[in-house]
């Protein structure tokens, strides 16, 4: 028996089950088409649940999997069917609450692309070769926030949602003015 919790994948899909930003820390999916095949199949599982307020546990395939929805998105964080499903659901509201903290609560599939960037590190700062750093959300966010350009930096340096946002502020703070 494992001595610390394992996770074997986490995902962010949209309402029809695409990919949206996901990450798998196992081999039990060797090939892509594998993978696609298990999100495919997840989300056709859960996609009838109302898991909009709390987390949501299933088996599936010998798996755990534990979810929760918000608006157009649905996260998903799996485990092996040894996992403690309280440490999957602390995991999978750690990555909801960040992801949330990191859009200004706009939870949707377009906010979501576009800070694909921001998404993307909060995941590694959660998961590590499937072993568990962090689930308090506020730390991963402010971690990944750490981690992306500083808004003075010159609009060169940032990516391009960086820029828009500098931007926003400035157009924001002129029109207050």
């Known amino acids: 028996?494992?001595?610390?919790?394992?996770?074997?994948?986490?995902?962010?899909?949209?309402?029809?089950?695409?990919?949206?930003?996901?990450?798998?820390?196992?081999d039990d999916w060797p090939t892509n088409s594998a993978k696609e095949a298990f999100e495919k199949a997840v989300f056709a599982?859960?996609?009838?649940?109302n898991a909009r307020t709390e987390a949501e546990i299933t088996m599936f395939d010998n798996y755990i999997v534990v979810y929760k929805f918000v608006q157009d998105l649905h996260f998903f964080v799996t485990g092996g069917e040894n996992e403690n499903e309280i440490i999957l659901a602390t995991v999978l509201q750690g990555f909801f609450d960040a992801v949330g903290l990191l859009l200004r609560g706009n939870e949707d599939k377009k906010e979501a692309l576009e800070n694909l960037d921001l998404?993307?590190?909060?995941?590694?700062?959660?998961?590590?070769g499937g072993v568990i750093l962090e689930t308090d959300a506020n730390v991963i966010a402010g971690k990944v926030d750490s981690h992306s350009m500083d808004a003075g930096a010159?609009?060169?340096?940032?990516?391009?949602?960086?820029?828009?946002?500098?931007?926003?502020?400035?157009?924001a703070r002129s029109l207050l003015q």
């Open 1 to 26: 028996m494992e001595l610390c919790p394992l996770i074997k994948n986490i995902l962010l899909l949209d309402s029809e089950g695409k990919r949206i930003a996901v990450k798998y820390y196992s």
């Open 45 to 49: 599982k859960t996609q009838k649940t």
């Open 119 to 128: 998404i993307l590190l909060c995941l590694d700062e959660i998961v590590d």
């Open 154 to 171: 010159p609009l060169s340096e940032q990516t391009i949602t960086q820029a828009l946002a500098t931007a926003r502020e400035h157009l």
